[in-house]
């Protein structure tokens, strides 16, 4: 036998490989004498270590690694990886500036500021990222991955235009990574030009960019499950936001207003991290099932184990989604709901839930899905048990109106900012709050404050906030008297919080799922005078609340009472017509 083959970082490395991550540890403790001064043993004890969790014993081992090779990339780069995961950003940043700059191949150089600029912007450090992307593309301008972490960049900063451009460009890099398309799709929902049949388009481009990663083997031999005469339906709903984002407090009221002595429920947590709405959410299901740590084929066989009559998507192409488990096919009836503004023109997704507003009738040929359109809204408000208290209205103490949007701020494109400062010259005096991540940053704000000027509106009447916990975030809508909804792609949780705050919210109605949420929203909750159906409606509209103060600081009292007895908060009323349609459609009777 060759020392070759008898070198224990061989041998562990090969156990490693194979996927025996027990014998790589027995290999090298074992051998302990023999490697623990070559760097490259401790990298691998580092990545073991990690594979089974011991997060504290892997950066220890990077650490050990870099000590003896101070130049050390992969160990550096590793580092980085550790801390990204584990919410350290800063030193992230840090452990990849070191590895790129020991790193010569200009494709692995520019691997690394990529992976640098994503913790450079979660830590806060834009001007940092966006270095480190423009080193990026001028290392390697082929390499996919440089273009889509350029592309999330600009977009959270509000540059949607040239995020479309970056996701274009990662696309033409790599035309058959799924993420590329995906991260295309989600951003083109903001574009101006685009329609629901441009969108159906790219989602069906999309959809089959997913379909093609899956073995066939996964695809064949699947038997679907169908209830029994008097069994209860068994539904399970997939989503990474069982907890307190956007989507989390309409996913509450989805599963919280269930029948349970009808439906068996399941709640396939995809995502990280817990809180109190999973908390909320673990009470009114009858099964939790942590699958985030699975792939595609592991978590389908997992689910079909489970016999479910329905599979519902709650992600759509949004972060974290599972939606190769829906091409492949895990359960009888498959439907998509809330996640995602639009069908997604997949295999084997069967049902589209909607309502009229947000999937007319003219839209449905866009559809791939059988479409469902709900009575009341297509979604359902819990409003979170942390919110404040409503304020009095703040023109009572500040003597001139002002109007908010808490929306990101790549909904803030030309056409918004354009409708926006034509309600700002119309109404005297008043000013505007711009308030998201990052809002406060020149490279977001600047971009807001020409389009304004060059329409009149001087900077000194826009006031720009960054992000907030979400209890003080809903606290600053006591600053807020009227909010403004974007277009072409309105608020949906923004919204809700608005109005369960005593904000009316003014809206315009479009022709896309996107354009509408509000819309749905508002004639939920019993307001469709603040829908208007023509640009100058929407300024007439604002006027009008701007104008009568005395009837705007009434409406801030009510709002909240309001939406407590409408059908935008009310999860059983809501969901009686979701279970009549599952009923209906799997033949079931009671």
């Not at 401790?42 to 050990?64: F, K, M, N, P, S």
């Not at 990339?73 to 590895?99: C, I, K, P, T």
Request: proline letters at 5%.
């Amino acid at each position: 036998m060759t020392k070759l083959e008898t070198d224990p970082l061989r041998i562990a490395l090969g156990a490693y490989q194979r996927g025996d991550v027990a014998a790589c540890l027995r290999t090298l403790e074992e051998t302990r004498d023999a490697w623990s001064e070559r760097p490259d043993g401790w990298l691998i004890r580092g990545v073991a270590t990690r594979a089974l969790g011991r997060t504290d014993d892997a950066e220890a081992a990077y650490r050990q690694a870099i000590a003896l090779f101070p130049a050390y990339a992969e160990a550096w780069q590793n580092l980085g990886n550790l801390y990204g995961a584990s919410g350290r950003h800063a030193e992230a940043v840090d452990a990849y500036a070191r590895a790129a700059s020991a790193r010569r191949e200009p494709r692995e150089k520019a691997h690394l500021l990529s992976a640098l600029a994503g913790s450079a912007f979660s830590a806060g450090r834009v001007d940092v990222a966006l270095h480190a992307l423009e080193q990026a593309v001028a290392e390697d301008a082929t390499l996919g991955a440089v273009h889509n972490q350029h592309g999330k960049v600009l977009w959270e900063l509000g540059h949607t235009a040239g995020a479309i451009d970056a996701f274009r460009r990662a696309i033409e890099c790599d035309p058959q990574e799924p993420l590329f398309a995906t991260n295309y799709l989600l951003v083109s929902q903001f574009s101006e030009e685009l329609g629901e049949s441009d969108l159906a388009s790219l989602a069906r481009a999309t959809g089959a960019r997913i379909r093609q990663q899956l073995p066939d083997s996964l695809v064949r031999d699947y038997e679907p499950v169908r209830p029994a005469p008097g069994e209860r339906i068994r539904i399970g709903y997939v989503s990474s936001d069982f907890r307190a984002t956007a989507p989390g407090f309409f996913i509450q009221s989805i599963v919280a207003g269930h029948d349970r002595s009808r439906f068996e429920v399941f709640a396939l947590a995809t995502g990280p991290g817990t809180d109190t709405v999973s908390d909320r959410i673990r009470e009114c299901v009858d099964h939790w099932v942590d699958v985030g740590s699975l792939d595609v084929a592991a978590l389908t066989e997992r689910v079909r184990r489970l016999r479910l009559h329905v599979l519902v998507d709650l992600n759509g192409y949004t972060g974290g989604h599972r939606l190769a488990m829906f091409a492949a096919r895990a359960a009888a009836l498959q439907v998509t709901w809330l996640g995602y503004e639009g069908s997604t023109q997949l295999p084997n997704m069967d049902v589209f839930f909607g309502d009229d507003h947000v999937a007319p009738v003219a839209n449905e040929p866009c559809y791939s899905e059988r479409v469902i359109r709900l009575p009341f809204d297509f979604a359902c408000y819990s409003p979170p048990d942390y919110a404040p208290a409503v304020v009095p209205a703040p023109f009572l103490r500040r003597g001139y109106v002002t109007f908010g949007s808490f929306n990101k701020l790549a909904k803030l494109g030309p056409a918004t900012l354009d409708l926006w400062a034509r309600v700002l010259d119309a109404v005297e005096d008043s000013r505007l709050l711009v308030k998201w991540r990052h809002a406060t940053h020149p490279f977001a704000r600047d971009r807001i404050v020409r389009a304004l000027a060059a329409k009149g509106i001087a900077e000194g009447r826009v006031e720009f906030r960054d992000a907030s916990p979400h209890a003080e975030m809903l606290g600053e809508y006591g600053d807020v008297d009227i909010a403004l909804d974007p277009l072409p792609f309105s608020g949906g949780a923004t919204t809700c919080d608005a109005l369960w705050m005593g904000v009316p919210v003014v809206t315009l109605r479009g022709v896309r799922f996107a354009s509408n949420h509000t819309v749905s929203h508002l004639h939920a909750a019993g307001l469709p005078e603040l829908v208007a159906s023509r640009p100058e409606d929407y300024v007439s509209i604002c006027e009008h609340l701007a104008r009568d103060l005395p009837a705007l600081a009434r409406l801030r009292t009510s709002l909240r009472s309001q939406m407590q007895h409408s059908p935008l908060t009310a999860a059983g009323l809501f969901m009686r017509p979701v279970e009549r349609h599952l009923q209906a459609i799997l033949g079931v009777t009671w």
